[in-house]
């Protein structure tokens, strides 16, 4: 993709991470490097177990490294949860059974103390932003699987945060729900601005949603790819039928296979 994108906002350099295990230590990050910039859409593609989503993780102060160094917003990942820097979009939508969807999208606006009518304009403005306008009252057990996680990632974008890390949202979904999220995921970024960090199993998927594309190996997870698309920011599905869009996938299709092959 030609678009200039802003400033780097997530800086990972030689970054690594070990989990102590009872069975002994565990690579799960080796000599890591990537520049994120404001305004990008970055998805993660690699085996199970590759380390996708602990970087996503690492990212979110969720996970700590071990070596090398992080940044998120000029920032160490703790200061920038503190900051409240990123929205987390998880596998599962993870909404709780007794809150109506209003209230599960503003339980973030809640613990940051925000005013109830600052609250239920907030979420009015970002269920509307994912299409779910009229559904604040209802339960997550009367919605769909796909737009419960519509009602997700509300939440995440609820307290208005620069980055949105989504970590596999839509893999639990048949193809044809996964398809119109996309699209809307797609639409969604154009009107935000968002930095997205996304991590998919999906070769269509992350080719048809990202302006640029990392490719990891098998644990220990390294990038034995990073490709910039040079599809259009206008994408409809039926992109997925031309020779740019098959030509990215094949590319990606190859680092993963080459990825398998360093092993």
């Known amino acids: 993709m030609k678009d200039s994108f802003g400033a780097p906002v ?5 970054l690594d991470l070990v989990f102590q ?3 002994g230590p565990v690579q799960a990050l080796r000599e890591v490097s990537l520049t994120i910039n404001k305004g990008e859409f970055v998805s993660f593609i690699g085996p199970s177990g590759c380390g996708k989503t602990t970087f996503l993780r690492a990212i979110a102060a969720l996970e700590h490294p071990t070596g090398g160094a992080l940044s998120v917003n000029g920032m160490t990942p703790d ?3 503190r900051k409240r820097a990123y929205g987390y979009v998880f596998q599962a939508a993870g ?44 339960f997550p057990w009367q919605l769909s699987g796909g737009m419960q996680q519509r009602a997700s990632i509300a939440r995440a974008l609820a307290f208005d ?3 949105l890390l989504m970590d596999e949202p839509f893999g639990a979904l048949d193809e044809i729900v996964r398809d119109r999220l996309n699209e809307e995921l797609l639409k969604l970024w154009a009107r935000t601005g968002k930095t997205i960090g996304f991590v998919t199993h999906s070769i269509p998927e992350a080719v048809y949603l990202s302006t640029k594309i990392v490719v990891m ?6 990038i ?5 698309s040079p599809l259009p920011k206008d994408r409809p599905l039926d992109i997925r039928d031309t020779p740019e869009f098959i030509a990215v996938a094949h590319r990606v299709r190859e680092g993963l ?3 398998h092959g360093d092993v």
């Open 10 to 14: 997530i800086v990972a350099q030689n």
């Open 21 to 23: 295990t009872a069975d």
């Open 79 to 81: 200061e920038a949860r």
């Open 95 to 138: 909404l709780y059974p007794w809150r109506t969807i209003a209230g599960n999208v503003g339980l973030p606006l809640e613990i940051m103390g925000f005013s109830k009518a600052d609250r239920m304009k907030k979420i009015e403005e970002v269920l509307e932003l994912v299409e779910l306008s009229g559904f604040g009252n209802k």
């Open 161 to 163: 945060a620069d980055i």
């Open 217 to 222: 190996s098998p644990r220990p997870g390294r």
């Open 224 to 228: 034995t790819d990073v490709i910039d």
């Open 257 to 259: 296979r080459a990825g």
